[in-house]
């Protein structure tokens, strides 16, 4: 589930940082949803994380 939200990351704002990765790949599937929905209407990459 973590590889459609990273690919979407990817397209909008760039190159993630390794630690981000690390993050999605660690996440749990609430977490995952939760960024997504976020995704949506975010400025910037650390609105969706924060």
Same mark, same amino acid.
């Given at each position: @589930?973590?590889?459609?939200?990273?690919?979407?990351?990817?397209?909008?704002?760039?190159?993630?940082?390794?630690? @981000?990765?690390?993050?999605?790949?660690? =996440?749990?599937?609430? #977490?995952?949803?939760?960024? #997504?929905?976020?995704?949506? #209407? =975010?400025?910037?990459?650390?609105?969706?994380?924060?």
């Amino acid at each position: @589930m973590h590889e459609i939200l990273e690919t979407q990351l990817r397209w909008r704002f760039g190159t993630l940082s390794e630690q @981000m990765k690390i993050k999605l790949k660690t =996440a749990d599937e609430d #977490s995952i949803k939760r960024w #997504s929905l976020k995704l949506l #209407s =975010a400025n910037t990459i650390d609105e969706i994380f924060h």
